[in-house]
């Protein structure tokens, strides 16, 4: 028998994940339409007018009944979608999480570092997989931060009812848990500093991407007011030729007139 490696992505997982992106949105109208669609049918070809309106009456109420159950189902997947992508974020974090992972913590992430993601992801995937890397870091410290301030909660309430014991030699028992929490503790403050360092990092990477996504719109942005600059003394050259052209021809027309006129006036004249 094969055994599962803890916290690792398996093709189960993933099949079952895409299941539960996509039944939600068939649950409802399976549930729903059914029956009221088949009233409905009834309805449009019963030969009675009594059979049709029990009929259309049968409809309605199935179409209310289903759209209930059609909600609640829907409401009670989603519910369990929610619980259980928590569980495999769970189970992928034990381990530590990776950059591979960090898809399945999006919503871990801020609002800056999902942008920050996806603008990496479109124009440099070296930047990308560099920052991916460091969100697995920063997501990994985060989360055994939060573990260790609830072991540490736990620890200093055993301490309190140890101290509260009467009758019983607890000396032993109260050197141990302090020792749990200075270990406690000292991990606490390696992942914190852990934290600060991933999070410099993700600032670092967020001001090169800035800087690059910057230089390449300005120098787009360059390339098209060069090329507008070059073409901008040809299409003048262009309407001052257009200009000189029309007054050519005003010019030659308007002496056409006048040497028709002379010769008219010459004709008339004895």
């Known amino acids: 028998m094969i055994q599962q490696t803890p916290g690792k992505l398996t093709a189960k997982d993933k099949k079952l994940a895409n299941f539960f992106q996509w039944v939600p949105w068939i649950a409802f109208p399976l549930i729903t339409l059914p029956f009221p669609l088949l009233f409905f049918f009834l309805f449009f070809t019963a030969a009675a007018t009594d059979a049709a309106a029990v009929y259309l009456l049968l409809a309605g109420f199935g179409l209310a009944v289903g759209a209930f159950l059609g909600g609640l189902v829907t409401i009670l997947l989603y519910i369990y979608r929610k ?33 920050t993601l996806l603008e990496t992801s479109k124009h440099s995937p070296l930047l990308a997989d560099a920052y991916r890397e460091t969100l697995a870091s920063r997501l990994t410290a985060s989360r055994i931060i939060a573990k260790t301030d609830k072991e540490l909660v736990r620890v200093r309430s055993r301490i309190n009812r140890a101290r509260t014991l009467t009758g019983a030699d607890t000396t032993t028992l109260l050197v141990d848990l302090e020792s749990d929490k200075q270990q406690l503790q000292s991990l606490k403050t390696e992942a914190t500093a852990r934290l600060a360092e991933a999070r410099a990092r993700l600032q670092t990477i967020e001001a090169a991407a800035s800087r690059s996504l910057s230089q390449a719109e300005t120098h787009a942005m360059l390339r098209r007011l060069s090329a507008t600059q070059d073409h901008l003394p040809l299409v003048i050259e262009m309407h001052q030729l257009e200009q000189k052209t029309l007054q050519e021809a005003e010019r030659e027309l308007k002496e056409h007139e006048s040497s028709l006129e002379n010769a008219e006036r010459s004709r008339l004249e004895p």
Request: aromatic letters at 10%; glycine letters at 4%; charged letters at 40%.
């Open 83 to 115: 619980r259980w992508l928590r569980r495999l974020r769970d189970r992928l974090a034990e381990d530590g999480i990776t950059a591979s992972e960090v898809v399945w913590f999006t919503k871990e992430l801020s609002t800056a570092e999902r942008e």
